[in-house]
């Protein structure tokens, strides 16, 4: 079946840093990929909707320019949290759906951020 | 953004006992997916019920989609250990997700 893949799975940094997180579609295209939060003990909220060839659409109160997205091919979308601090702590999620009619979205296994 | 709520938040059961997690909304979906979530991965599609009213089972979960296809529910026969973790009901691409159900099984 279907599978996501994410890169690294968990990362810890200073304060200041830009960290990039990849997502990569393994077995289809994917024209359209999505990128998630979630804090502990919470269900995922979605930050952004990438799009392959242009730009992505960010859900109310994700800041763009601190959260980068960019979708360079059809199967790879890296998310980049700039000048990244404590309160950027999480774990973050992505995923992919087929372009067919119906099928459902696959999600990575997260990358869990900690920032020092 | 239609909301998608899910009752009860916490589950803490024992094996063997039996359980229904609900999805409700005040809007209609086209598909609801079901999604089981273990700590530090990633959620794992379980199901996808498409027409209202139908009633989809795997192995010892059903899932049932309301006959409006604004509902959803979610029961576990026999709940074991291995089913312990976060249940996500979600709808429409992209996906948004209610709360969760966190289930425990205790041995």
């Known amino acids: 079946g279907a599978v996501v893949s994410q890169h690294p799975s968990w990362v810890i940094c200073k304060s200041g840093t830009s960290v990039k997180i990849e997502c990569r579609s393994l077995?289809?295209?994917?024209?359209?990929m999505f990128w998630y939060r979630q804090f502990p003990k919470q269900s995922l909220m979605l930050m952004a909707t990438?799009?392959?060839?242009?730009?992505?659409?960010?859900e109310q109160g994700v800041e763009k320019d601190k959260f980068l997205i960019n979708h360079a091919s059809l199967t790879l979308s890296t998310l980049t949290v700039t000048s990244a601090h404590p309160e950027d702590s999480s774990f973050y999620i992505c995923?992919?759906?087929?372009?067919?009619?119906?099928?459902?979205?696959?999600f990575g296994d997260g990358t869990r951020l900690s920032i020092l | 953004t239609q909301l998608l709520e899910q009752s009860p938040q916490f589950l803490s059961i024992q094996e063997g006992e039996n359980l229904t997690v609900y999805c409700n909304s005040s809007?209609?979906?086209?598909?609801l997916q079901w999604y089981r979530q273990e700590p530090g991965e990633g959620p794992v599609l379980l199901v996808t019920?498409?027409?209202?009213?139908e009633v989809k089972k795997l192995k010892r979960l059903t899932f049932q989609f309301g006959d409006a296809r604004k509902d959803s529910s979610l029961h576990i026969t026999a709940a074991q250990p291995g089913d312990t973790g976060l249940y996500l009901c979600?709808?429409?691409?992209?996906?948004?997700f209610g709360k969760g159900t966190r289930l425990s099984v205790i041995a």
């Open positions: 995923s992919a759906r087929a372009p067919y009619s119906n099928q459902p979205q696959h």
């Open positions: 077995d289809f295209q994917a024209t359209t």
């Open positions: 990438s799009n392959e060839g242009s730009k992505a659409t960010y």
């Open positions: 809007s209609v979906f086209s598909s």
């Open positions: 019920v498409v027409t209202g009213g």
């Open positions: 979600g709808g429409n691409t992209p996906l948004v």
